[in-house]
């Protein structure tokens, strides 16, 4: 069992040369927070705009 949520916009994109690391803004840090707490694989795409992929695995929780 896999969720995948996908930002996407038609801006600009992302600079060439641009990586998570080298921003230091706060909405990617929460990106990052995120990754590491859901164990997620985290992509960027630049191409006629952003699109971000945040992709984890979900257990099911059995109720009783």
Avoid: C, H
């Amino acid at each position: 069992n896999r969720l995948e949520l996908i930002v996407k916009d038609n801006g600009k994109g992302l600079p060439v040369d641009w990586t998570p690391e080298k921003s230091g803004s706060m909405g990617y840090q929460i990106i990052g927070s995120f990754v590491n707490k859901l164990k997620a694989k985290l992509e960027f795409i630049s191409n006629q705009g952003t699109e971000v992929r945040l992709a984890f695995e979900v257990k099911e929780k059995k109720i009783a």
